[in-house]
């Protein structure tokens, strides 16, 4: 077999992509998966991280709110490792209609999602950070899920069913032959290598840059870009996720994940041209403060970490400005039905809770197309890392006695945690001080999990992630990369590139510690380094 | 679903900068690769531990609170207050019968002062040590505190009257030390404000301050402690317009400080009232108030500051005073921790690490030859004479000696 000829090429490592190149591998195709960045750096990793039950739609999209809470029950079986089981609460202020709640539960009970109403006080001891001046609440199971983790896994389990991954390499055209797509010419962004890939079937899985792609095989989608601003805070302060009962409206989620928690989100009509480059405006931070604070009241004297916003791939149906009353149902596109163009299928539409779906209803099409009749598993089969249930277990099972950077570890790698090495001082030896990353987890994710840059290594260990925002652990990580690709200069540049990156997130809201640590790490790069 | 009860954390946790100066300042660190460091126990684990009481490490028990690491803060991040918080919150382990018996540090000296002079000959012997050793894991090479016969307590109700003839009249916490083990210090006080036209009257039963007790995981009995103590001290400050002092720098400053932030005791009305002996003294002969110094008194005092003098910022009073004294030569030891705290280091499995602290404080003793060495704490004093066989001596019971009687 010719290394560079597949039985498919899925474009995009976001979560449907990763998603669909573990369905089609686990169903025997021979897959490649191709991203011109790294994993989940579009939508995927710019949201709330929210696993959704399904009960913010359940009154006004009854079809996402019943895909909701089936999937939400599944990832629980096969992604334990990348979620956070902590329930949701819908919660009623004096200035919102208790009427509504009736409404409300009667639609989640309606799409089998089961929402208790409980009494305020309860959900006051429940949520000791909720609102105290709430007036109802519902309780359903909603939780947190970590997007960059189970992105990872879903392409670690492709390459352990014989997935190819090709990252950092961006499309730069396709290669027809009469009415077909028979694959794709790529340039690697990194070393500007141009490559050529063939399969009878190609899926854009894209998300909003999914419009793009559609374009340069000839055909158009008609994309509708809605951009969401997020606030990241520098430390938990809910246990649950907290929600308004009302019709879904601006800066009504709060979401804990893993050492943060998160409010959004807005929702803005941008022209595709931003896309690329989304900044989060004065505006929406005052927003998202003012709102939040009503969820939490202990959110406005919180430190927010970071600002950052992502564009819903939003396939348009109207002409609605705000981009909220479109479905965000699944979309998939056979083009050879709709435009006559052969071996190409776009996956858009939906949302992270319903990746998985998504993934089977594209993998289905794809083997519709090549005459493959294999049953879907991934409903069943666990993700790598998940095999147990809790990170209590998997740290229990390797350590005598765990240290707090075991733990970490485990709770982010569930039973991939086995694999990493520890044990000698220098590989327990920590990376990331807030976010407890050791040097033996830095390397596997070099190594196993193919991260080539800082960012990179970000998504798939939290490095940087933590309060100080790379001030320590940059550097060091930095060295670690130099050590492992064996060059110093590329990894300086790309030790300032993260920096600037991480900058990126802190302007917007930079006032208060977030401005003094990231004068303080300005100070030690400059002057105590010497960058 | 898990649950967290305590979403919000204090202690200005969020302030840290991550400048890690506080680690660089640890004791512990230095001698104990199995202890994470003050940051990384402290504002950084509190992060995990937000997000699940998990999170929480065994190993935090190797912090002894000396609270070096909040003086080296620059961003007033009361680090040692976070890690002790989160073994309060967190720590499920019983504490040992060893812990027990280190921290009851006033029902043991209920307990030994009758029979003070066969307890003080028993803990001497080293069969006895090699018991303690082998069945409490109290290290064998420790000296044990002596107890005195008679109660500070007793001796200062015997003297009630006189006393209270002086014009002025000021409350004192004696804490347990004084009352069981030294009360010539307590009479070295008496003498010292009597000097002054100050009569000394005991707080309406206090007990001990707790401080043995947070550490040794009783928080609950020392918020017992705490409460009772503040409305003991309430009574004094509120009702008999008195100033509270003390002549230990640890019961001091739990009580200003560990009952409101570590255990929830409000004091905010009467903290401020609660000083130090020396601070007191300082205050008065700065308004105005004399002490006739002996003029054959001719010392070579050297002077280490407690670590929780350092956190209060109150070494200097000591120092000044022990100043005015003429014939005395004032060495002020450079600022390290002797490596006992309280009962941290009678623990066996302390004891390397906690001589280990000591070593350069011992040694600049050693090289500076003092005729005394003086401090504030009574466990700072077991710590350096049994490590260096000088002796140590509280600056009021300097100051006493000092004084024309």
Same mark, same amino acid.
């Given at each position: 077999m010719n290394a560079k000829e597949f039985d498919v090429i899925i474009i995009g490592g976001g979560i449907t992509g990763a998603g669909t190149q573990r369905d089609c591998a686990m169903r025997g195709l021979r897959t490649l998966l191709i991203e011109?960045?790294?994993? !989940?750096?579009? !939508?995927t990793g710019r949201n709330h991280g929210l696993l959704h039950s399904g009960a913010r739609y359940a009154v006004n999209d009854a079809e996402s709110a019943e895909e909701c809470i089936k999937e939400n029950m599944i990832l629980r079986r096969i992604a334990a490792h990348c979620i956070d089981e902590t329930d949701g609460l819908f919660i009623t202020l004096?200035?919102?209609?208790? !009427?509504?709640q009736k409404t409300f539960v009667e639609a989640c009970q309606k799409a089998g999602i089961s929402a208790e109403v409980i009494d305020p006080a309860l959900a006051r001891r429940l949520?000791?950070?909720? @609102?105290?001046?709430?007036?109802g609440a519902v309780r359903v199971p909603d939780g947190s899920v970590d997007p960059f983790r189970l992105c990872a896994a879903n392409m670690l389990d492709a390459k352990m069913h014989g997935g190819q991954v090709r990252l950092?390499?961006?499309?730069v055209g396709f290669i027809r032959e009469q009415d077909s797509i028979i694959g794709v010419r790529t340039q690697n962004?990194?070393?500007?290598e141009i490559e050529e890939y063939y399969a009878p079937v190609t899926v854009n899985?894209?998300?909003?840059w999914g419009h793009h792609i559609a374009e340069l095989a000839g055909v158009n989608i008609g994309m509708y870009p809605a951009k969401g601003a997020l606030l990241i805070f520098?430390?938990?302060?809910?246990n649950m996720v907290i929600n308004r009962c009302r019709k879904p409206s601006n800066a009504d989620i709060l979401v804990p994940g893993d050492t943060v928690c998160v409010i959004g989100t807005t929702s803005t009509h941008i022209p595709f041209e931003e896309c690329d480059h989304v900044a989060v405006t004065p505006d929406e931070v005052t927003l998202l403060i003012t709102e939040g604070a009503k969820l939490s009241p202990a959110l406005s004297s919180t430190r927010i970490l970071r600002a950052y916003a992502g564009v819903r791939p939003l396939v348009s149906a109207?002409?609605?400005?705000?981009?909220? @009353?479109?479905?965000r149902g699944i979309v998939c596109l056979d083009h050879e039905t709709?435009?006559?163009?052969?071996g190409f299928i776009t996956i858009t539409g939906g949302k992270l809770m319903t990746y998985r779906l998504m993934a089977e209803i594209a993998t289905d099409a794809v083997c519709r197309k090549l005459g493959i009749d294999k049953p879907c598993e991934t409903a069943t089969t666990p993700l790598?890392?998940?095999?147990?249930?809790s990170y209590e277990a998997v740290a229990q099972k390797i350590w005598e006695k765990p240290s707090m950077a075991q733990k970490a570890a485990a709770s982010r790698?569930?039973?991939? !945690?086995?694999?990493i090495q520890s044990g000698d001082r220098q590989d327990d030896a920590l990376i990331c001080e807030c976010e407890e990353v050791s040097v033996g987890e830095i390397k596997f994710a070099i190594e196993?999990?193919?991260?080539?840059t800082l960012t990179d290594l970000r998504r798939r260990t939290?490095?940087?992630?933590?309060?100080?925002?790379?001030?320590?652990?940059a550097c060091r990580a930095a060295g670690l990369l130099a050590k492992a690709n064996g060059c110093v200069e590329k990894e300086r540049k790309g030790l300032a590139e993260f920096l600037q990156e991480r900058w990126k997130g802190n302007f917007p809201i930079g006032w208060g510690d977030t401005l003094r640590e990231a004068e303080y790490t300005q100070w030690v790069y400059k002057h105590v380094l010497g960058l | 679903m898990k649950l967290q009860e305590y979403t919000i954390s204090k202690h200005?946790?969020?302030?840290?900068?991550?400048?890690?100066v506080c680690t660089a300042y640890c004791p512990v660190l230095q001698v104990n690769p199995m202890y994470p460091g003050p940051k990384q126990a402290g504002p950084d684990g509190e992060r995990l531990r937000l997000k699940d009481?998990?999170?929480?490490?065994?190993?935090?028990?190797?912090?002894?609170?000396?609270?070096r690491c909040e003086v080296a803060c620059p961003s007033d991040v009361n680090v040692a207050d976070l890690i002790q918080a989160a073994r309060i919150r967190y720590d499920r382990s019983k504490p040992k019968l060893r812990d027990r018996i280190l921290a009851s540090t006033d029902f043991m000296g209920t307990l030994a002062r009758p029979f003070a002079p066969v307890v003080n000959g028993v803990t001497r012997l080293g069969v006895t040590k090699s018991v303690m050793d082998a069945?409490?894991?109290?290290?064998?090479r420790r000296s044990f505190p002596k107890y005195s016969s008679r109660s500070f307590e007793s001796w200062l109700r015997r003297h009630a009257k006189e006393q209270a003839a002086f014009p002025e009249q000021v409350a004192y916490f004696h804490g347990c030390y004084v009352n069981y083990n030294n009360p010539g210090l307590g009479r070295d006080l008496v003498k010292v404000l009597n000097a002054l036209g100050v009569g000394v009257q005991l707080l309406e039963k206090e007990k001990c301050c707790g401080i043995a007790l947070i550490t040794n995981g009783m928080s609950d009995k020392a918020t017992r402690h705490a409460t009772h103590n503040i409305d003991a001290i309430r009574k004094a400050v509120t009702d008999r317009g008195l100033t509270v002092v003390t002549t230990s720098s640890s019961c001091t400053l739990t009580i200003r400080e560990?009952?409101?932030?570590?255990?929830?005791?409000?004091?905010a009305d009467v903290r401020d009232s609660v000083l130090m002996a020396t601070r007191y003294i300082f205050e008065r002969l700065e308004k105005g108030a004399t002490l006739r110094f002996r003029t054959d008194y001719h010392k070579k005092i050297a002077y280490h500051t407690p670590c929780h003098m350092e956190r209060m910022g109150w070494g200097v009073f000591s120092e000044k005073l022990m100043r005015m004294i003429p014939g005395v030569e004032f060495i002020q030891l450079d600022s390290?921790?002797?490596?006992?705290a309280g009962t941290y280091g009678f623990k066996k499995e302390n004891y390397e690490a906690s001589q280990a602290i000591g070593a350069p404080l011992f040694e600049q003793i050693r090289a500076v030859n003092p005729d005394i060495v003086a401090c504030d704490c009574e466990t700072c004093k077991w710590q350096i004479e049994m490590s260096t066989g000088y002796t140590v001596e509280n600056p009021i019971s300097i100051l006493a000696d000092a004084i024309e009687s």
């Open positions: 011109r960045s790294d994993i !989940a750096t579009g !939508a004096p200035e919102d209609d208790l !009427a509504y949520e000791p950070s909720v @609102n105290p001046d709430l007036i950092h390499s961006e499309v962004r990194l070393t500007g899985a894209c998300g909003i520098a430390h938990r302060i809910n109207d002409d609605d400005p705000t981009g909220r @009353n479109i479905s709709r435009d006559g163009l052969k790598p890392g998940s095999e147990e249930r790698m569930g039973t991939g !945690a086995f694999h196993r999990m193919d991260a080539s939290r490095v940087g992630m933590g309060t100080c925002q790379g001030e320590f652990c | 200005n946790f969020e302030e840290c900068m991550k400048c890690t009481p998990y999170f929480f490490n065994y190993a935090l028990k190797y912090c002894m609170n000396c609270k069945t409490l894991k109290i290290d064998h560990e009952y409101p932030n570590l255990l929830g005791v409000d004091n390290a921790c002797c490596g006992i």
